[in-house]
């Protein structure tokens, strides 16, 4: 088996300081395999964005790890925004 890119083993170790960080903390495990998951669709030679991503989950590791968090929470798309993409898609059939 090839080894881990530096970049790799940076985004594993991430990982299994995610997985150590929601232990005791109900619903944020599910969160965080959603999204490495979601993550992991994101090829290999954007290395750019991958960096981004990883500073960014970084930043949310130590918010998680000072014990103020008590939930994960997320924005999903407000009902205004689905009408929205509705009528665009009427209007280019």
């Given amino acids: 088996m090839a080894r881990h890119s530096r970049l ?7 990982y299994r300081q995610f997985l150590r960080a929601c232990r005791g903390k109900p619903g944020f495990l599910p969160r965080v395999q959603a999204e490495f998951r979601r993550a992991a669709r994101i090829p290999r030679t ?3 964005l991958i ?13 998680l790890r000072e014990g103020h968090a008590t939930r994960m ?11 929205q993409k509705e009528k665009g898609e009427d209007a280019q059939s």
Avoid: I, K, S
């Fill in 8 to 14: 790799q083993r940076e985004v594993l170790g991430l």
């Fill in 46 to 48: 954007d290395v750019l």
């Fill in 51 to 63: 960096e981004y991503l990883l500073r960014r989950g970084q930043r949310q590791l130590a918010q």
């Fill in 73 to 83: 929470g997320f924005f999903a798309p407000g009902r205004l925004q689905e009408q």
